[in-house]
């Protein structure tokens, strides 16, 4: 397989479906090729619940961003997410083999780091490692080599639900896409939307999507905590759709087009023609009225956050603040309501670090989309081999060894 293979970001989302194809060029640079999105309607909360519906809409997004790049796609690097997702601190201690840290020691260490007991109906989704310890000496971040008798690793493990997980691949497979790895949604977002700095001090990544928020915290680069709130865009519609007796497509369209978090900041004499239903004639109301209804909703979303982060203890290491990214992310004056939730710097961060078609991913949709793209080049090997990290990606492994010893 070669370098410029194509790698596609498979973002599944509650409203709409995202696909980025782009190539990894010889000085690193990822290059995008192409883009597709297309309304979802076979999800709820971050969930698969209908999945010929899920299909469909992968499928036409797929079909436009291979138009669009002019090529066909066989695999893809696909996104997680919902309020089954569960993320907890773990531990593992090991003795040191032959007094020098190893390959086999930093294996072994993270290992017993997920030996932990966890439902049947679930799987570990990702070891994020945090810091080793070597004979009380803590902070360490590359033990490889270094000298000991004792070596610790506290890790992250992010959960998830395995018939969730399936059901993804299900739906990617009956597309003709085979799924090299599944990723939590904002760890794949945080490739391209935070930078070095911010999660060496200290940041909170919320991926505000449809159905829920998708929270990560990072600090001294690494993972701390992360949390699904089921909660998302999709309520804020549905509250403009019930405020304004508006149907639910129409109030979405109001709240992309004409939507404010801040009711402050709306002029007087500023109105919008509001669709009714039954037959009825269209209303012209204020856009403050919009406002008053949408601006209640978020404080209550990012409270809700706020609340997670203090019960992690995690809200007094956000020294950088907030970036906020994901497809409800580009309402108006979003950060100002942030900024008075959190009392930290916030900022709505999209896609960077990319060449090619960046005017349209640029936007806080594709974040995760693009994220999954730098993810999946991260991944390749030196071969340019996908390494096939999914539980369902490590069982067609062990069956393929099985054969090839027995045959």
């Given at each position: 397989?070669?370098?410029?293979?194509?790698?596609?970001?498979?973002?599944?989302?509650t409203?709409?479906?995202?696909?980025?194809?782009?190539?990894?060029?010889?000085?690193?640079?990822?290059?995008?090729?192409?883009?597709?999105?297309?309304?979802?309607?076979?999800?709820?909360?971050?969930v698969?619940?209908?999945?010929?519906?899920?299909?469909?809409?992968?499928?036409?997004?797929?079909?436009?961003?291979?138009?669009?790049?002019?090529?066909?796609?066989?695999?893809?690097?696909?996104?997680?997410?919902?309020?089954?997702?569960?993320?907890?601190?773990?531990?593992?201690?090991?003795?040191?083999?032959?007094?020098?840290?190893?390959?086999y020691?930093?294996?072994?260490?993270?290992?017993?780091?997920?030996?932990?007991?966890?439902?049947?109906?679930?799987?570990?989704?990702?070891?994020?490692?945090?810091?080793?310890?070597?004979?009380?000496?803590?902070?360490?971040?590359?033990?490889?080599?270094?000298?000991?008798?004792?070596?610790?690793?506290?890790?992250?493990?992010?959960?998830?639900?395995?018939?969730?997980?399936?059901?993804?691949?299900?739906?990617?497979?009956?597309?003709?896409?085979?799924?090299n790895?599944?990723?939590?949604?904002?760890?794949?977002?945080s490739?391209?939307?935070?930078?070095?700095?911010?999660e060496?001090?200290?940041?909170?990544?919320?991926?505000?999507?449809?159905?829920t928020?998708?929270?990560?915290?990072?600090?001294?680069?690494?993972?701390?905590?992360?949390?699904?709130?089921?909660?998302?865009?999709?309520?804020?519609?549905?509250?403009?759709?019930?405020?304004?007796?508006?149907?639910?497509?129409?109030?979405?369209?109001?709240?992309?087009?004409?939507?404010?978090?801040?009711?402050?900041?709306?002029?007087?004499?500023?109105?919008?023609?509001?669709?009714?239903?039954?037959?009825?004639?269209?209303?012209?109301?204020?856009?403050?009225?919009?406002?008053?209804?949408?601006?209640?909703?978020?404080?209550?979303?990012?409270?809700?956050?706020?609340?997670?982060?203090?019960?992690?203890?995690?809200?007094?290491?956000?020294?950088?603040?907030?970036?906020?990214?994901?497809?409800?992310?580009?309402?108006?004056?979003?950060e100002?309501?942030?900024?008075?939730?959190?009392?930290?710097?916030?900022?709505?961060?999209?896609?960077?670090?990319?060449?090619?078609?960046?005017?349209?991913?640029?936007?806080?949709?594709?974040?995760?989309?693009?994220?999954?793209?730098?993810?999946?080049?991260?991944?390749?090997?030196?071969?340019?081999?996908?390494?096939?990290?999914?539980?369902?990606?490590?069982?067609?492994?062990?069956v393929?060894?099985?054969?090839?010893?027995?045959?």
């Amino acid at each position: 397989m070669r370098k410029s293979e194509p790698i596609v970001g498979l973002d599944i989302g509650t409203t709409a479906v995202k696909v980025v194809i782009a190539e990894k060029q010889p000085d690193d640079k990822i290059n995008i090729l192409g883009v597709g999105s297309s309304p979802s309607h076979g999800l709820r909360k971050g969930v698969v619940i209908n999945i010929e519906a899920t299909v469909k809409s992968i499928g036409k997004a797929i079909g436009q961003a291979e138009t669009m790049a002019g090529i066909e796609v066989n695999s893809a690097f696909a996104s997680i997410s919902g309020s089954h997702i569960k993320g907890f601190n773990s531990h593992g201690i090991v003795a040191i083999r032959n007094r020098e840290v190893s390959n086999y020691d930093i294996e072994k260490v993270i290992e017993a780091a997920k030996a932990v007991a966890i439902p049947l109906d679930r799987e570990v989704l990702h070891v994020l490692p945090q810091e080793y310890i070597i004979d009380e000496q803590d902070g360490i971040k590359e033990p490889l080599g270094m000298s000991g008798v004792r070596l610790e690793s506290r890790v992250h493990l992010v959960t998830g639900a395995v018939a969730s997980a399936q059901n993804v691949v299900k739906c990617a497979n009956r597309c003709g896409l085979n799924v090299n790895d599944i990723v939590f949604s904002p760890l794949a977002a945080s490739h391209v939307v935070l930078s070095p700095e911010e999660e060496e001090l200290g940041v909170c990544l919320i991926d505000i999507g449809g159905g829920t928020m998708d929270v990560a915290v990072y600090y001294k680069g690494a993972v701390k905590f992360t949390t699904v709130i089921p909660v998302g865009g999709a309520q804020i519609s549905a509250d403009i759709a019930a405020g304004l007796r508006t149907p639910v497509a129409a109030a979405e369209e109001i709240k992309c087009k004409h939507g404010t978090a801040k009711t402050s900041e709306v002029e007087n004499d500023e109105t919008v023609e509001v669709p009714s239903t039954g037959g009825r004639p269209p209303r012209v109301l204020s856009k403050s009225v919009l406002a008053e209804i949408i601006e209640p909703r978020i404080e209550e979303m990012f409270t809700l956050v706020k609340r997670e982060l203090v019960k992690a203890d995690c809200d007094e290491l956000l020294v950088s603040g907030v970036v906020l990214t994901g497809g409800s992310a580009s309402l108006g004056n979003l950060e100002q309501v942030a900024e008075e939730v959190f009392g930290v710097p916030v900022r709505v961060g999209g896609a960077s670090g990319v060449s090619g078609l960046t005017d349209l991913v640029r936007v806080p949709e594709y974040g995760t989309a693009v994220g999954l793209v730098v993810h999946g080049a991260r991944e390749a090997d030196s071969y340019g081999r996908f390494a096939a990290r999914s539980r369902i990606g490590r069982a067609f492994k062990k069956v393929a060894n099985w054969f090839s010893e027995h045959f």
